[in-house]
């Protein structure tokens, strides 16, 4: 730690100027290293000493490992990517951006807000390169997604399964419960664990300023379930015939209802609107309640020492179909490149992001934790090493399930992130109609143009 | 380490440096302004003292203040002119009527209640020997960032099935004396109270520490005339300590009254603004960076101006007032 | 000349001289009561930051005292320069850059503040209370309105139509960039707190130096600011205190810069993604509050009785 005098006096002097003079010293960079670059793929520019800012909610180790995957990218091109990570993103960006300060990407997880940051002009179309990888990788399904107005902005990052039930498979076997296969058989063992005085479903929607996002999760699976994807998608845009209070919505949350909002099975249900959505998952490997609907990311919030495994404290079941005429229904969710400039730096790194060797790279820097997958079908199935993900990758690449994208991130924010969230959490919190609750959302939703 | 110096010495010498030239230049602008005289003295002074600050403001507050009054009559992207309707709907949605009753409640009763405790603490260890450690103790929780209050405050009022430990402190104690403990933060209108407990919690060294500044303040021979000649307790207080500190005491209250009006992120950690429980600050932030519609987080913002301006009147009157005695 | 170069020592109070109010004993147990109400949320953060994470949410945190189960491992994770979370080289730098956004942001708006203070108190105009009370009602301004046009300012300037008001300062993602916005946005509570303590120094003080032909710049030098030293402490560990803990002003001005978060931004990161490292949380949050509580405690001697002795109101 010791410091030459010298040096102390080179510090000061340079200090002294600093007010004047910028601080932008780039770093030293040597040269582009053949091992690197077999690890990245051909064709990109060198560009020494430039850096590329991607913005994104990440935060914490998670964030590190981004940094981890990107590595050889920099040390083949040169280009350096700065993660920049905050919690504080979805209300960042928009400011950062009317404020001039836009970085050079966005990871942005709500194509709603895709949308919003196309409209203000500042956003930039996907260049050519990206645009390829697209079409050659993914399902059309994330293609649209990334769209706006028939025109292809943001390809996506990684991607996550919703569709899963959270369980205990030394309690299951313990009590003698089985993995149920149908909707029916759920609800017929859901009963015997009532019968036996457990508690069925473990819940919680506490979030802070989100508080209520995890029962719109709950609606969605059974909207999908029930009435397929033309409808479900024809909920997200608002149309006719799929607004909150019409027919196939108002019978999807009162299935909800008879399921997350069932005292039989919950316990008191006004607790889920106080209880935080990550304790909720601590009861599992105790059984201090049976079953939780939740996404994989879930289980970084288990208590410490629990097995995630087949056979272990906790592990996951495909939350099973209703109605037969929809096949394999799976939810998902993810996030997106969206670019602010065309300068050639930014380019190369979005053209890398949209890569297969990019999503092998990431989801290698995960190593066993897993936590990271990608519906890019480049991907070979082998890379994961994880077998949660490796699960949920099975079911994201399936050509024959029907797919769909979480509705409250692909609407508009006023819904998506505002009166679905504080709807839901009423309706937990103190038992409101059904109809009441659909009505007072589907009033909320925003005029065409402001 | 000699990256860590060669990395961060330059960040410390631009500290320097920057604090350096801020005092230089001021010191030289003084000398120089210094050196006027006669009639231009008193117009260079005012230039001097308090231009730099009138900038700052009107770059920084005032521009923005207009700009948002202006946003306030756009719709949600700020593209087309809408009238009132933001003020319309603000007035008139069943939801913010709830939210306009509890920022009323918030504004009546915890700046009183806050800037009371701090007179009551000031006074009390005003009293006392060895008070910086009882000091220190009161002054803590403002030192804790908001998401460290946060989660304070969930260990104290976390609520579980009864089948399951109680791990907050309140549930905890009432389960101990026998009774089902409700779900706190759930029970209206309970739960606003028990916010409005953190906001005191966190606030009232702020309102000790001032006003204990100013009970030191006052000069103690008078003090001591006064306690010859008799007067004790609440005589003392009345006549002679609460008079002299009584116009901290009205700007610390209007201190806290913005602070209460301003206030989101207590709301926002623990009820997010669910259950009854929200203020139009918190309603703001969700409407500006949640639902991203600008011109009703705008008009709120307008709204809570309008609010202060009572504050405002009672502080001119007073200001007024106290120069008529004096 | 005498008054102005304050040879006179301050005479200081006896200990105990007026003080019967409630009696010194009552006084004291009053107090401590009150203390120890106001700690017990504080011990609960303090208790968590030690223990275990299954802990934590197993039971609450007095079984600390009955069931004692201590770790470090909460504190070595956020000092350990390897493992955690977005932090290669360990918390030092973000310490660093905290302190080298705060100490500035702290110094400026007080200066300015005591400046302006003193001239809206004793250099009376015409409209000088007008001013005093609009910069009173910009306290309400919430800081949220103010970081888009702030941000324009520094990316590109003002402009009314094709007139360049201002040109584009540049500063955003510079250190100069978040001490300029903590300025702007402390100056009216700082300035309407120390006007209410300047605005009430002896008349007679003033006057006295005003008939010895002292210029406003010697009496603020020389009067006002060693007697306002008492209210300048005060408002120095308030102002200390919101920056250091701040989080929305360095994360909108540093722009994307790498290198000059404050240590706040990056420990709110250590949550991780999903929010759920409770127990980082905690002694996280305990890491940051060190260094205001050293602040206040240095500065607290300063709120001493006895600097106006003497002199009567």
């Known amino acids: 730690m010791s410091i030459s005098k010298k040096g102390l006096l080179a510090g000061v002097a340079t200090a002294t100027i600093a007010l004047v003079a910028t601080f932008v010293a780039p770093a030293a960079y040597a040269g582009t290293s053949a091992a690197a670059c077999a690890n990245v793929g051909s064709g990109y520019a060198v560009q020494k000493g430039k850096t590329v800012e991607v913005f994104t909610s990440v935060v914490g180790d998670e964030l590190t490992r981004y940094a981890k995957a990107s590595a050889d990218f920099t040390a083949c091109t040169g280009i350096k990517i700065n993660w920049n990570g905050s919690d504080q993103f979805e209300a960042q960006l928009p400011v950062r951006v009317a404020g001039g300060t836009a970085p050079d990407l966005a990871l942005v997880p709500q194509p709603g807000l895709i949308a919003q940051m196309v409209a203000t002009g500042q956003a930039v179309p996907a260049p050519s390169a990206v645009v390829n990888n697209i079409n050659r990788y993914w399902s059309k399904s994330w293609r649209n997604l990334g769209s706006v107005g028939g025109r292809f902005y943001a390809a996506p990052n990684s991607a996550n399964l919703k569709s899963l039930v959270w369980y205990s498979p030394k309690q299951f076997a313990k009590y003698g419960y089985t993995v149920p296969t149908t909707w029916a058989d759920m609800f017929t063992q859901s009963d015997k664990m009532a019968a036996a005085g457990q508690t069925a479903w473990c819940g919680g929607i506490g979030s802070g300023g989100a508080t209520g996002w995890p029962s719109t999760d709950w609606l969605e699976e059974v909207v999908v379930r029930e009435a397929g994807a033309t409808v479900y998608n024809n909920w997200i845009a608002h149309k006719k015939g799929a607004y909150f209070s019409d027919a196939p919505i108002i019978h999807a949350m009162n299935t909800v209802w008879g399921w997350m909002g069932n005292s039989k099975y919950v316990g008191k249900v006004s607790t889920i609107a106080t209880t935080s959505f990550q ?74 992001l949209s890569t297969p060797q990019w999503a092998v790279s990431r989801i290698k820097a995960a190593g066993s934790n897993g936590g990271w997958l990608s519906a890019n079908s480049g991907v070979p199935a082998a890379t994961y090493s994880n077998p949660l993900d490796a699960l949920s990758a099975k079911y994201l690449s399936d050509s024959h399930s029907t797919f769909v994208f979480d509705a409250s991130d692909a609407m508009p924010a006023a819904i998506g992130n505002g009166a679905e969230w504080t709807g839901f959490t009423d309706w937990f919190a103190n038992g409101t109609p059904v109809k009441t609750v659909a009505a007072k959302i589907d009033a909320a939703w925003p005029s065409a143009s402001n | 380490m000699p990256s860590f110096w060669s990395e961060n010495l330059p960040k410390l010498g631009q500290m320097f440096a920057a604090i350096a030239i801020f005092l230089t230049v001021l010191a030289v602008i003084f000398f120089i302004a210094g050196k006027a ?52 709907w603000l007035f008139t949605d069943p939801s913010m009527r709830i939210v306009l009753r509890n920022t009323v409640f918030w504004i009546l009763l915890t700046p009183i209640v806050t800037t009371g405790l701090g007179l009551l603490l000031a006074i009390l260890l005003d009293r006392m020997r060895r008070e910086s450690v009882a000091k220190s103790l009161i002054f803590m929780p403002m030192a804790i960032s908001f998401v460290g209050a946060s989660i304070v405050w969930e260990f104290v009022y976390k609520f579980a099935n009864p089948n399951q430990p109680q791990v907050g402190l309140m549930s905890s104690i009432a389960h101990h004396l026998g009774f089902e ?110 639902r991203y519609d600008a011109g009703r987080g705008a008009a709120m913002a307008i709204v809570l101006f309008l609010l202060v301006i009572p504050v405002l009147v009672y502080n001119i009157m007073n200001l007024r007032r106290e120069r008529t005695i004096a | 000349m005498s008054l102005l170069t304050r040879n006179k020592a301050p005479k200081l109070a006896e200990p105990n001289a007026g003080r019967k109010l409630f009696g010194s004993r009552g006084a004291t147990i009053t107090v401590w009561i009150i203390a120890i109400f106001w700690t017990i949320p504080t011990l609960g953060l303090f208790t968590t930051s030690f223990r275990r994470k299954s802990d934590i949410s197993a039971t609450g945190w007095w079984n600390l005292f009955i069931h004692p189960h201590l770790t470090l491992g909460n504190y070595s994770a956020i000092f350990s320069s390897s493992t955690v979370s977005g932090i290669p080289n360990g918390i030092m730098p973000y310490v660093i850059n905290s302190f080298v956004i705060t100490i500035p942001a702290v110094i400026f708006p007080i200066t300015l503040a005591t400046m302006a203070a003193y001239c809206l108190a004793w250099v009376k105009f015409r409209g000088s209370d007008a001013v005093f009370y609009g910069i009173f009602a910009l306290q309400i301004v919430p800081i949220q309105v103010a970081l888009v046009p702030l941000l324009n300012l520094f990316t590109g300037g003002v402009h009314i139509g094709s007139v360049t008001l201002v040109p584009a300062l540049h500063i955003a993602g510079k250190f100069l960039g978040i001490w300029v916005p903590h300025t702007m946005f402390a100056l009216p509570l700082a300035i309407y707190l120390l006007h209410n303590f300047i605005s009430s120094l002896p008349r007679d003080l003033m006057e006295a130096a005003n008939v010895d032909g ?94 106006l002795a003497g002199s009567v109101k």
């Open chain 3, 214 to 307: 002292a210029s406003h710049f010697m009496i603020f030098r020389r009067i006002v600011l060693p007697l306002s030293v008492p209210a300048i402490a005060a408002f120095t560990i308030f102002q200390f205190l919101w920056v250091w803990n701040d989080l929305l002003v360095a994360l909108t001005f540093t722009g994307g810069t790498e290198g000059i978060d404050p240590l706040n931004n990056k420990l709110a990161g250590l949550a991780g993604t999903w929010g759920s490292h409770w127990e980082l949380l905690t002694s996280s949050a305990f890491v940051t509050i060190l260094v205001p509580l050293v602040v206040f405690f240095s500065l607290q001697r300063y709120f001493v009785r006895g600097l």
């Open chain 1, 279 to 352: 304790d909720a998952v601590t009861g599992i490997p105790s059984g201090g309640c049976m079953q939780l609907q939740q996404a994989s990311f879930i289980a970084a919030s288990l208590p410490k020492g629990s097995v995630v495994s087949p056979t272990g404290d906790a592990w996951v079941y495909y939350l099973p179909g209703i109605n037969p005429a929809v096949t394999t229904p799976v939810e998902g969710g993810g996030e997106f490149y969206l670019a602010f400039n065309s300068n050639k730096a930014t380019v190369e790194v979005q053209t890398f």
């Open chain 2, 37 to 88: 005289n006669g009639k231009k003295q008193r117009p260079i002074a005012i230039v001097v003292f308090l231009g730099p600050a009138l900038i700052l403001l009107l770059f920084g507050l005032l521009g923005p203040a207009i700009r948002t009054l202006l946003l306030s009559f756009k719709g949600s992207a700020s593209k087309h002119w809408v009238g009132f309707n933001n003020y319309q």
């Open chain 2, 181 to 290: 403990p409700p779900n706190w933060l759930l029970t209206q209108p309970l739960n606003t109270f028990l916010l409005m407990v953190v906001f005191v919690w966190s606030q009232t060294g702020f309102a000790m520490v001032i006003l204990s500044a100013a009970i030191k303040n006052v000069p103690a021979d008078i003090m001591e005339a006064s306690s010859l000649d008799g007067a004790t307790g609440w005589r003392l207080f009345r006549g002679i300590t609460f008079p002299m500190v009584r116009s901290t005491f009205i700007v610390v209250l209007a201190t806290m009254v913005v602070a209460t009006l301003k206030l989101f992120d207590i709301v926002r950690a623990s009820t997010g603004g669910n259950f009854g429980t929200s203020v139009l600050a918190n309603e703001m932030y969700s409407e500006t960076f949640i």
